[in-house]
C-alpha cells in the first residue's frame, strides 16, 4: 500500500486481505491491514524584502514568513546569527498547523557611528521542534546609507548701511 503524500500524520487506511484454499473453496480466512501515515516535518522561512537599507542610528524592519509544510503541526523556533548589528526577534516561536503560515518581525538597527555603504548580514533560522534536523533560513541584509553634509556661506546683507 502506498501512502498518498497529501495525506496527514496519523490518517488511516485499511485494507482487507482474503484467502481461499484452492483445494477446498469453502475455507477461507480475512486479516485487516491498517496503514497509518507517519508525520513528516518541513517548512519554509522567507523575505519578501531580504535587503533594506537606512541612515546610521536608523532601527529597520523586515518582515519574515514561516510557513509549515509539514503533514502535522509543529513548533517553529527562531534563531538570528551571524549578525554584528543589534538584530531583535520580538517572536522566538510559533506554533502552525500543516499548511499554516505566519508572519514574524525582526528589527536590525545601523550603529550611530555607521560609514556609508557599510552592511551587516543575519541570517534568520527556523528549527521545526517535530524534528530538530528539519530547517530552512532566510538571510537579510541591512546596508548604511551614504550621507552628505552641505555648508552654505553665510552672506550678510546689512541693509541699515544703505541709507
Do not use: H, R
Not at 533594506?52 to 546569527?81: C, E, F, H, M, R
Not at 499554516?100 to 541570517?123: L, N
Not at 541591512?142 to 544703505?162: E, R
Amino acid at each position: 500500500m502506498t501512502v498518498p503524500s497529501d495525506a496527514m500524520a496519523g490518517e488511516q487506511d485499511l485494507a482487507t486481505v482474503t484467502a481461499t484454499s484452492q483445494g477446498n473453496p469453502v475455507k477461507s480466512d480475512q486479516a485487516v491491514l491498517t496503514t497509518t501515515a507517519l508525520a513528516t516535518y518541513s517548512m519554509d522561512c522567507s523575505s519578501d524584502n531580504p535587503a533594506l537599507s537606512g541612515l546610521a542610528g536608523q532601527k529597520l524592519t523586515y518582515t519574515v514568513t514561516l510557513t509549515n509544510t509539514s503533514n502535522t503541526t509543529d513548533t517553529i523556533v527562531l534563531d538570528a546569527s551571524g549578525n554584528s548589528w543589534t538584530t531583535n526577534l520580538p517572536v522566538t516561536e510559533a506554533t502552525l498547523g500543516a499548511g499554516e503560515s505566519t508572519q514574524v518581525i525582526v528589527y536590525v538597527t545601523i550603529p550611530a557611528d555607521a560609514a556609508g555603504g557599510e552592511y551587516d548580514t543575519a541570517t534568520i533560522t527556523a528549527t521545526s521542534q517535530g524534528d530538530p534536523g528539519v530547517s530552512d533560513s532566510a538571510t537579510l541584509t541591512t546596508t548604511a546609507l551614504v550621507t552628505f553634509k552641505i555648508y552654505m556661506p553665510l552672506v550678510g546683507n546689512d541693509s541699515s548701511s544703505l541709507e
